[in-house]
């Protein structure tokens, strides 16, 4: 039982964690241009994105 | 690479928006769509519809980064935009918009505050964080219920009860919002969508699930509940993806017809003025390969104006003092002064679009097959619901907690899940495929329609034909001929000097070096070549002696060198490679096919007899197209409609489907249900093929979510559905639903052999330069 007390927040906690990364992923705009990033890899040169 | 979106001018005074009338449109005051949020810098957004490669996105970037002032470019590749910021002035706009159209890409503004791409690309986040929400909550209650099922003793269970609705209930009330305003918007009009029994569903299982938790009780459904949102979400949001996908680059481009022209006051001054200041009276001055910006008759100079967008006519027509002309046609060759009659919403174009859009109307009654489904299936799910609960209640002799949870239960188990993925997987799979032979789709509705077509209406100028004329036997013209004649005809912007340009740049012929070339509207070129006068242009102005039969306007061009014998160059629209394939598939398959034309009856009779099309119409204007295909579609026939002009649009958004060409005018491809790409005519056949694929597969997962309920549905009212069963019943059959529509990729060819666009100088399907890159 005293287990469980542990584990259970861990496992909130990283699930968290997760959504949390991708509410940021979100909301700097990398969900904006799918198709574009699938064709970005194609260019050789590593031009930063600005 | 193949994806140099244009070639690039010919030698020589080129004018400046290149030969083919690409680039940036003349007159156009970018500054006026820049932004600024803090002083000194500057915010421009600009549509490029032709980027469609990684080759184009690098070119755009590099090129606006080389520029001093620029501070950041990108391009997006979805919504086919770019997005410039730079440090300076607002004016800088202009040159910026300049240089993204010196690399030959069609660029016009993009005016952020009207266009709806703002607002979807505001719902697309909120569907998305729902998602994420809905998956998160439901990852972890799946974690306690699966101790639950395990066995877990008394304590620990009333515990793990208590956890999981902390984390169902925010996350139901959070990604749960998308359904539960469409069922009360439904609920509030007196009508039932698909949203109504998902919201009841999701909402009675919390609630039934929060009762048992609070009194210790052994079952509780909120694994259900988050899990039911979680697979509804994807499909919700794989739905609206596909919606704006090709939305987003076709709709806003209708905004642009013509912002300002400028006006000739009395005493000769000139100004640029919007177009909403202009009143009928008024002059203006129209530059040569400037689009009209407003209905009115000629007052002043000659041209040849090129009307084949506006009737489907292939020979530019000849216009001076007194002849009507018409926003939206391009004017060729000479300056214009014309006196408005009509701008702005009184306009012939302002009519076809109005036509446009009460054609558009009557076509949104169309019920999609979903909605369909989902007015038979919202009753009988809560009627079966409602009976159980009756018949529990005198079977089990007043037990009304247990009829309440058997019913509930079955509200649960038949949660249309399956059903609402069973559509967007489908489209979005078909739409991925269409995408990769070089056919861009609209919505989803659109491919169920195309699925049900059974006749086929086909424009000419433009859409069997390219709408560009060609040579007609090239082989018997002498080399130093069309050398000479290429000289005068790359100081041209007429259809024919291009046809000759072109012809002359293809076989590597370097034109000879014509001096002193002048145009003269209507007629032809004059210039100067070895010390001798040479003529281009109509035959009884080259060589007046020589006039034999004249058949009125022939498409052909007269070359005259000193007194020699005079070079006939004879044209014809050049006809889309693989039309009379198309033409007799379209047969084969057992659609009639029918050619509607604007052009002259002697043209239309030539190609049809040439196709083999037995019922055509020539010489019609867009309103009598536009109301022959609605009177075919009252008369119960479902009509495939293609064309490309101004002159379709209304008789395309009238089609029960309709497909244009990229080629086609904005206003053409904003009322086309699909767009291909190419000089092929081939993406229709593909494209019909897929709809009637995708409506299998739709019809198909119908089918498995009907047998799904027809075994689960029993279980569920004999009280057999415990939460485990549900949570079984539920993903197995949602990942059937799609694992059944990924077939539809298998079975189709990674790239449609006939969709891949070869011909010369043309765009290249989207699948082509994937191979290529």
Redesign the interface.
């Known amino acids: 039982?005293t287990n469980?007390l542990l584990l259970?927040p861990v496992?909130?906690l990283l699930?968290?964690i997760?959504?949390g990364a991708?509410?940021w992923a979100?909301r700097s705009g990398q969900?904006?241009?799918?198709?574009?990033a699938a064709?970005?890899i194609?260019?050789d040169d590593d031009?930063k994105?600005? | 690479m193949a994806c140099h979106a244009r070639t690039s001018p010919p030698a020589g005074p080129a004018p400046p928006n290149g030969p083919d009338g690409t680039g940036t449109q003349p007159g156009t005051d970018y500054a006026a769509y820049a932004s600024t949020e803090r002083a000194g810098h500057g915010h421009l957004d600009l549509m490029a519809p032709d980027i469609h490669c990684a080759g184009c996105i690098k070119r755009i970037e590099t090129a606006l980064n080389a520029h001093p002032a620029v501070t950041a470019a990108r391009v997006n590749m979805s919504t086919k935009r770019v997005a410039v910021d730079w440090c300076g002035d607002l004016a800088l706009a202009d040159e910026i918009a300049g240089t993204v159209a010196a690399l030959g890409f069609d660029i016009r503004p993009f005016d952020g505050d009207r266009a709806s791409g703002a607002q979807d690309a505001a719902r697309s986040r909120e569907l998305l964080l729902a998602l994420a929400v809905a998956g998160f909550a439901a990852g972890n209650v799946m974690l306690l219920s699966v101790s639950i099922w395990s066995g877990a003793p008394d304590a620990t269970r009333a515990m793990f009860h208590w956890l999981s609705a902390l984390i169902a209930l925010p996350a139901v009330g959070y990604a749960g919002r998308p359904f539960f305003r469409s069922a009360w918007a439904a609920l509030k009009v007196r009508s039932l969508n698909m949203d109504v029994p998902i919201s009841l569903a999701v909402l009675l299982a919390c609630a039934m699930s929060l009762y048992e938790t609070v009194n210790l009780g052994e079952e509780a459904y909120f694994d259900a509940a988050v899990m039911l949102l979680f697979f509804l979400l994807v499909g919700r949001y794989l739905d609206h993806l596909m919606r704006t996908r090709a939305h987003s680059a076709l709709h806003a481009l209708l905004s642009l017809t013509a912002k300002s022209a400028t006006v000739v006051s009395d005493d000769a001054v000139r100004t640029r003025t919007p177009i909403d200041d202009i009143e009928a009276g008024m002059v203006v001055a129209v530059a040569p390969d400037e689009c009209l910006p407003v209905d009115g008759i000629v007052c002043g100079g000659t041209s040849d104006v090129d009307l084949s967008m506006m009737t489907g006519e292939s020979v530019p027509r000849t216009v001076e003092r007194g002849d009507m002309v018409h926003e939206g046609t391009m004017n060729l060759t000479g300056e214009l002064l014309v006196q408005v009659s009509a701008s702005g919403a009184t306009t012939l174009l302002a009519d076809i679009i109005s036509m446009m859009e009460a054609a558009e109307k009557s076509k949104a009654r169309y019920v999609r097959l979903a909605d369909m489904a989902a007015r038979v299936y919202a009753p009988l799910v809560h009627g079966i619901a409602a009976l159980t609960f009756l018949g529990w209640l005198w079977a089990s002799g007043g037990d009304w907690h247990f009829a309440a949870f058997t019913a509930v239960a079955v509200l649960i188990i038949t949660c249309p899940c399956a059903l609402g993925l069973a559509v967007p997987v489908v489209q979005i799979v078909a739409s991925g495929v269409l995408f990769r032979g070089g056919v861009l789709l609209k919505d989803g509705a659109a491919l169920e329609r195309l699925a049900e077509i059974d006749t086929v209406v086909l424009d000419k100028t433009g859409t069997l034909t390219l709408g560009r004329p060609r040579l007609v036997s090239p082989a018997v013209i002498d080399v130093d001929q069309l050398a000479l004649a290429a000289g005068l005809s790359r100081h041209s912007n007429h259809p024919l000097s291009r046809a000759i340009t072109a012809l002359a740049a293809q076989r590597n012929i370097t034109p000879h070096n014509v001096v002193a070339v002048t145009e003269q509207p209507g007629l032809g070129l004059s210039g100067t070549y070895d010390g001798m006068q040479v003529f281009l242009g109509r035959r009884d102005w080259c060589a007046p002696a020589a006039v034999e039969d004249d058949d009125g306007r022939q498409l052909e061009l007269c070359l005259q060198t000193g007194h020699g014998a005079p070079q006939m160059f004879r044209f014809e629209d050049e006809l889309r490679t693989d039309a009379p394939f198309v033409v007799s598939e379209l047969k084969r398959r057992g659609f009639p096919v029918e050619m509607l034309s604007g052009d002259r009856p002697k043209a239309v009779a030539r190609l049809a007899r040439k196709l083999g099309i037995a019922e055509y119409r020539a010489q019609w204007t867009p309103e009598a197209k536009a109301h022959y295909v609605a009177s075919l579609n009252s008369s119960g026939k479902h009509v495939l409609m293609v064309g490309d002009g101004l002159n379709d649009a209304p008789a395309l958004a009238a089609g029960h489907a309709s497909i244009a060409p990229s080629s086609a005018t904005d206003a053409g491809r904003t009322a086309a249900d699909f767009v291909f790409l190419g000089d092929r005519l081939q993406p229709v056949l593909f494209a019909h093929r897929i709809a009637c694929r995708a409506r299998r597969l739709v019809m198909q997962n119908f089918a498995l979510a009907a047998g799904y309920n027809l075994i689960a549905v029993p279980l569920a009212i004999l009280g057999y559905a415990s939460p485990l069963v549900a949570a079984i019943a539920m993903s197995v059959s949602s990942l059937i639903v799609t694992g059944n529509a990924l077939r539809l990729r298998l079975n189709t060819p990674r790239q449609h052999p006939d969709a891949v666009a070869t011909a010369p100088g043309g765009k290249a399907a989207g699948s082509d330069e994937r191979s290529a890159a």
């Open positions: 039982m469980l259970i496992a909130l699930g968290a997760g959504l991708f509410v979100l969900f904006e241009d799918l198709e574009g064709m970005r194609l260019n031009e994105p600005s």
